[in-house]
């Protein structure tokens, strides 16, 4: 190597390594399958996961409206033959049966699926833990989260299912728990939570959509990553408002340290394999 191109190289170098949170200029392409640790749960997720909750609410979804039940397992496992083990659903977008359809063909142990919980009580979050399984047609769920945490002081509120999780984990029913959060408050509360393993957060380069003004979201997630806490990022396209912006999208999201994985909800095969096509072609730019 020529003296002018190691100087330049060293800079490069130098230059990468002090650019937090952002990843080295100098690492390996990343891909959509990559199997990553969620923070310090044991438990390994495909860095990109199958999110089935377009527009969610009232127990139907873009994916549920548009591809129903064998669609919808149609396009997981294509997802899963692309490598892609994770699984994002949730009670609110109604996807459990069609989880279920999914898992006639692929091996329980073989993916990942998390879910989410609107429970406060101890008795809903039972009743929950018991008809989620049911639906979905397995014996335990790995990831379990408090689903949509606005108010500050959710720990208070959500005591009661917080502890029948914490018992769940201890018997083997689930695999780590945890919150998604939709406002600041919520998202600091999470950070100092012992309780919470996992994180859902709100997280793209243009702020859309997110608990706060960018900076302060990725100053709290920093902090919570290096306590150990898996984190795992959406509305990455911004709720679909950043369509037309999909490669910065995940460039920013891909840089980011502090981020494990994240989910996006793809509504058919083609968004599937044109967002897995894209990640290892995206190169870092600061």
Same mark, same amino acid.
């Given at each position: =190597?020529?003296?002018?191109?190691?100087?330049?190289?060293?800079?490069?170098?130098a230059s990468a390594l002090t650019l937090?949170?952002?990843?080295?200029?100098?690492?390996?392409? !990343?891909?959509?399958?990559?199997?990553? #640790?969620? *923070?310090?749960?044991?438990?390994?997720?495909?860095?990109?996961? =199958?999110?089935?909750?377009?527009?969610?609410?009232?127990?139907?979804?873009?994916?549920?409206?548009?591809?129903?039940?064998?669609?919808?397992? &149609?396009?997981?496992?294509?997802?899963?033959?692309?490598?892609?083990?994770?699984?994002?659903?949730?009670? $609110?977008?109604g996807t459990h049966p069609h989880l %279920?359809?999914?898992? !006639? *063909?692929?091996?329980?142990?073989?993916?990942?699926?998390?879910? !989410?919980?609107?429970?406060?009580?101890?008795?809903?979050?039972?009743?929950?833990?018991?008809?989620?399984?049911?639906?979905?047609?397995?014996?335990?769920?790995?990831?379990?989260?408090?689903?949509?945490?606005? &108010?500050?002081?959710?720990?208070?509120?959500?005591? *009661?299912?917080?502890? +029948?999780?914490?018992?769940?984990?201890?018997?083997?029913?689930i695999r780590t728990h945890g919150v998604?959060?939709?406002?600041?408050?919520?998202?600091?509360?999470?950070?100092?939570?012992?309780?919470? $393993?996992?994180?859902?957060?709100?997280?793209?380069?243009?702020?859309?959509?997110?608990?706060?003004?960018?900076?302060?979201?990725?100053? +709290?997630?920093?902090? =919570?990553?290096?306590?150990? !806490?898996?984190?795992?990022?959406?509305?990455?396209?911004? *709720?679909?408002?950043?369509? #037309?912006?999909?490669?910065?999208?995940?460039?920013?999201?891909?840089?980011?340290?502090? +981020? &494990?994985?994240?989910?996006?909800? $793809?509504?058919?095969? %083609?968004?599937?394999?044109?967002?897995?096509?894209?990640?290892?072609?995206?190169?870092?730019?600061?």
């Amino acid at each position: =190597m020529k003296r002018r191109e190691f100087i330049r190289y060293s800079a490069l170098t130098a230059s990468a390594l002090t650019l937090s949170p952002y990843t080295n200029l100098l690492a390996e392409k !990343k891909h959509a399958y990559d199997i990553i #640790n969620l *923070g310090n749960t044991g438990i390994q997720v495909s860095r990109l996961a =199958m999110g089935t909750g377009t527009h969610g609410v009232n127990r139907r979804s873009n994916q549920t409206e548009k591809l129903g039940i064998k669609g919808v397992a &149609d396009l997981l496992h294509a997802a899963y033959d692309n490598g892609i083990n994770f699984w994002d659903s949730a009670d $609110q977008y109604g996807t459990h049966p069609h989880l %279920k359809e999914a898992l !006639k *063909g692929i091996e329980r142990e073989k993916v990942v699926i998390l879910t !989410k919980t609107h429970a406060t009580t101890a008795a809903e979050m039972k009743a929950d833990l018991d008809r989620f399984r049911k639906e979905i047609g397995t014996d335990y769920l790995d990831i379990v989260l408090l689903h949509l945490m606005t &108010d500050p002081e959710w720990p208070k509120e959500k005591e *009661g299912a917080m502890e +029948v999780l914490a018992r769940a984990r201890e018997d083997g029913i689930i695999r780590t728990h945890g919150v998604s959060c939709h406002t600041f408050g919520a998202l600091e509360a999470a950070s100092k939570s012992d309780w919470v $393993q996992v994180d859902l957060a709100r997280i793209n380069p243009e702020g859309i959509v997110m608990d706060a003004e960018i900076p302060a979201v990725v100053k +709290v997630l920093e902090n =919570m990553h290096k306590n150990g !806490k898996g984190i795992i990022g959406m509305k990455v396209l911004g *709720g679909g408002r950043l369509r #037309n912006q999909v490669d910065e999208c995940l460039r920013y999201v891909l840089n980011l340290n502090c +981020v &494990d994985a994240f989910t996006i909800g $793809q509504e058919n095969i %083609k968004e599937m394999k044109d967002l897995i096509s894209r990640i290892p072609d995206i190169n870092p730019q600061f």
